[in-house]
């Protein structure tokens, strides 16, 4: 049983397309997290959501704390946007999803 | 800088020898936490500390230990290590449990093989 669960597992994306990443969560929670792992394995914390939406330059992270879900949408995407995105989320327990490996091509 | 740094970056180890990774952070972090990630399994917390003297058990804490003596490190112990401890390790720390302010600033991570 996966308390968080993210989609798509894999992606590939032209140069400028606008990207979808979808986490699915089945606990309670305080907060949620987006994280970003290079290629070389360090991760990088991007977004901490308890409520509505939040931007970061070309990345934005939406929560619907309802539906028990979130987003994180990258506009205009880049090669070097390719990166695993892990969603987070803190409740009594951390539980992490399992990543969604995205490349960008040029 | 701000940073976490975790060390030894890689680590070649057999089955039973006791090893310890480093893990220390220059930000004053009250929370500190270890993680392990595993391929198709994703990162499970280890052990986690919410100040000095105060430690945790995370989701998989079996055969590990810590200890939070002072604020800035927070050691992750392997007492008798078995192959099953082969994995990517990363310590992080924060503000705050949730890292509500600032995320959470991860260490560069330590790859451990048991044989």
């Known amino acids: 049983k996966n308390e968080v669960e993210q989609s798509p597992q894999n992606l590939t994306a032209q140069e400028g397309e606008f990207i979808t990443i979808n986490c699915s969560y089945s606990?309670?929670?305080?907060?949620l997290h987006w994280l970003q792992q290079h290629p070389g394995g360090g991760i990088v914390s991007l977004f901490m959501?308890?409520?509505g939406k939040k931007k970061h330059g070309r990345l934005i992270a939406t929560i619907n704390i309802q539906e028990k879900h979130s987003s994180l949408h990258i506009t205009a995407s880049h090669p070097r946007d390719s990166a695993v995105y892990i969603c987070?989320?803190?409740?009594?327990?951390?539980?992490f999803g399992t990543g969604t490996s995205l490349t960008v091509i040029p | 800088e701000a940073q976490v740094t975790q060390n030894p970056r890689y680590l070649i180890t057999v089955t039973g020898k006791k090893l310890t990774v480093t893990c220390s952070q220059n930000?004053?972090?009250?929370?500190m936490s270890w993680y392990r990630q595993d391929p198709g399994l994703g990162l499970r917390q280890i052990y986690y500390?919410?100040?000095?003297?105060?430690?945790d058990k995370g989701d998989v804490p079996e055969g590990y230990k810590v200890s939070r003596k002072e604020k800035r490190n927070f050691p992750l112990i392997l007492e008798s290590p078995s192959p099953n401890q082969t994995s990517l390790y990363f310590c992080?720390?924060?503000?705050?449990?949730?890292?509500?302010?600032?995320?959470?600033?991860f260490g560069s991570g330590t790859r451990l093989t048991v044989v």
């Open positions: 987070a989320v803190a409740g009594n327990q951390f539980y």
């Open positions: 959501l308890s409520s």
């Open positions: 606990v309670g929670i305080s907060a």
């Open positions: 500390s919410m100040n000095v003297e105060v430690t």
């Open positions: 992080a720390s924060s503000r705050d449990q949730l890292g509500q302010v600032g995320g959470y600033t």
């Open positions: 930000m004053n972090h009250e929370y």
